[in-house]
């Protein structure tokens, strides 16, 4: 790719630090409704064989972990492909095998919510405030010391996240890490980890329900707010207990956030869609929560599912088998038109993809800004895994981006003709809708993957300063 283009890059990108001084003029920003406590462990080949030993891989297909031998099918398809997932734990007994077995490296912060809330914080943001299900001491102290990040404590009141201690059990997720480039045998077949990634095995009973702090609920109906960054709908699961059903606790939800925005007009609602295996809370998701957002966060694996339950299995299919930008285009396309969302965001390999109505409150370029922000946020993280301070949030704001982002872009604007402008730009319009692209900085060897879509999908909300139009 020319230098000459990778220099009108690293111009588009050069507004990042202007962008994140920008934050602290959003009010208040709530990031509901899942923190939990992420348990991580780097993954060797004589642990992972041990594992297998252990708990050879049974044969079941359901996306979820019954039984020892499920937890090592899902490890064994992530290592093999090189891809994340996410299955929910649903025995108490494996939970407590894995923890003896496989036990930590270290704990830090979990769930999207409580990954956005400590990096709102860290951005500057005045009032950040984080829903959770449970708050115990261990889960406090895993948000920053910071005046700016609050939630509700034991008798109801808005305290400072980092020193509430509620009387919770803590929500623990297992993120099994393993890197590129690990040659494994197991069951007799060897092969080679194609990529860095990891696989999450979840406990989370009160995630699992939605559970939803009446205390909390009242502090974001009285606190002005410009965003809500919503997540942690992957985590539901039908019950049949009164009030319980995957879909009654998603109206619960969608309840609170009306009063959130009936007091806050003008409030920007993202959702970030998540891995989320069980197809009726996916499907829910698009019926429910999806029309009634004014944003989408989406990754390649999570756009291919959403078409799965829309009624898009052709397209689905195509965008698994050739997981291009081209057709993941066409597939935000079609969530788009089916759900009604006014912006939908696209962070895949290499490239960030936005398509917004043309009227969206973001103008075009402040969007683009925001990505840009985003995008060194996330290379920063990857590189350094220390994304505390606003320091080290630009530690790879001189980097410059790769050229998978605008090899991918190239083929978008070959199958769409678009002018050659674009690939300078990042800005076009296809059939009336506004549609921005950011080729990232990619990073070798990253020190964490873990939150990487939920940091992208808020930062790039937020970078893009409060809404012009
Ligand atoms: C999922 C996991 C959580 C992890 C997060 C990162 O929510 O359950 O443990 O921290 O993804 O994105």
């Given at each position: ?89 649903e025995s108490e007994d494996t939970y407590d095998w894995m923890q003896k077995t496989i036990g930590y490296d270290w704990l830090q912060m979990g769930g999207q ?8 914080a860290a951005c500057g943001a005045q009032n950040v405030l984080v829903h959770c299900a449970s708050l115990p001491e261990d889960q406090g102290k895993l948000f ?326």
């Open positions: 790719m020319s230098t000459d283009l990778k220099n009108s890059w690293k111009d588009h990108y050069a507004c990042a630090p202007a962008q994140l001084e920008k934050v602290a003029n959003a009010s208040g920003i709530v990031s509901a409704f899942n923190a939990n406590i992420d348990a991580i462990v780097r993954l060797d080949a004589r642990r992972i064989e041990d594992l297998f030993k252990d708990a050879p891989p049974n044969e079941r297909t359901e996306s979820e972990i019954a039984e020892k031998g499920d937890l090592t099918r899902g490890l064994l398809t992530c290592l093999e492909k090189g891809i994340a997932e996410e299955w929910l734990i919510g409580g990954i956005v809330a400590n990096l709102m920053h010391d910071m005046p700016n990040l609050l939630s509700a404590d034991a008798d109801g009141k808005v305290a400072k996240a980092y020193s509430i201690a509620r009387d919770d059990i803590p929500m623990i997720h297992f993120i099994l890490e393993f890197p590129k480039g690990l040659s494994l045998t197991i069951a007799g077949k060897s092969f080679t980890t194609p990529r860095a990634n990891r696989f999450i095995a979840t406990y989370d009973p009160l995630n699992f329900g939605l559970v939803i702090d009446p205390a909390f609920d009242k502090a974001a109906t009285e606190t002005p707010l410009s965003y809500v960054i919503l997540s942690g709908y992957q985590l539901l699961q039908d019950s049949d207990a009164p009030g319980a059903s995957a879909s009654e606790r998603i109206d619960a939800s969608l309840d609170a956030i009306d009063r959130w925005r009936n007091k806050s007009p003008g409030l920007i609602v993202h959702l970030e869609a998540a891995s989320t295996q069980d197809e009726h809370v996916r499907r829910l998701l698009m019926e429910k929560v999806a029309p009634t957002v004014d944003s989408i966060g989406v990754n390649e694996r999570e756009t291919i599912d959403l078409l799965e339950v829309i009624g898009e299995e052709e397209l689905a299919a195509k965008c698994d088998k050739d997981t291009s930008a081209a057709n993941l285009y066409e597939g935000l396309c079609a969530i788009q038109e089916k759900t009604g969302v006014p912006r939908i965001q696209l962070h895949m390999f290499g490239l960030y993809l936005t398509r917004q109505k043309p009227n969206f409150m973001l103008a075009p370029e402040a969007n683009r800004n925001g990505m840009a922000m985003a995008a060194v946020i996330a290379a920063s993280k990857a590189q350094t895994g220390k994304v505390d301070t606003k320091e080290d949030l630009m530690v790879a704001k001189d980097l410059t981006v790769s050229d998978i982002g605008l090899k991918e872009m190239d083929a978008l604007a070959a199958a769409y003709d678009l002018s050659a402008d674009f690939k300078e730009s990042g800005l076009t319009q296809i059939d009336g809708m506004d549609v921005i692209a950011l080729p990232t900085i990619l990073v070798d060897n990253p020190v964490s993957l873990v939150g990487m879509g939920d940091t992208i999908s808020s930062s790039s909300l937020v970078g893009a300063g409060l809404p012009s139009r």
